[in-house]
């Protein structure tokens, strides 16, 4: 829960300053935000986390979309929020998702102008590993 935690608190963060900008110009547009992550239970606590801190006017007014990768398909946001649910205690296994390109580059490539990734585990300790699993994806 931590992640979804931090990933709530920067999407409210982004709506906030977003609103700021458009107090007093009225040739703003919102900022629209996508989050996905790969697993359907992530995204189902996503969508409970968020509708506690956003109204749906809010949802709308910035196009908030929570979903999986096929969710995105052929479809994107200016800013995209990637929860990969992955913490201390997960399987390496449960990146099995990076093997499957076309979900992977559906999920990383949605972004008009800015990505944020959430994960809930030390970086470096993955690092080797998503190396591996991506290096396995371009050579399929």
């Known amino acids: 829960l931590p992640e979804i ?3 709530v608190k920067k999407l409210h963060e982004i709506v906030i300053e977003d609103e700021r900008k458009g107090v007093n110009n ?3 547009k919102p ?4 989050i996905i992550s790969p697993f359907r239970a992530q995204v189902e606590q996503l969508k409970i986390s968020v509708s506690k801190v956003l109204s749906e006017h809010m949802m709308e007014k910035h196009q908030i979309e929570i979903g999986t990768a096929h969710t995105f398909q052929g479809d994107e946001r200016d800013i995209m929020l990637i929860s990969w649910a992955y913490a ?8 099995i998702f990076l093997q499957k390109p076309n979900l992977f580059n559906v999920a990383i490539t949605r ?3 800015k990505t944020i990734n959430f994960i809930s585990k030390n970086p ?3 690092e080797f590993y998503m190396f591996t699993l ?3 994806i371009n050579t399929v």
Request: aromatic share 8%; glycine share 4%.
């Open 5 to 7: 935690e931090a990933l």
């Open 31 to 34: 900022v629209s935000i996508g």
């Open 134 to 136: 991506i290096c396995s």
């Open 111 to 113: 972004a008009r102008y």
């Open 88 to 95: 201390q205690n997960s399987y390496p296994q449960s990146l």
């Open 26 to 28: 009225p040739e703003h």
């Open 124 to 126: 470096i300790s993955i």
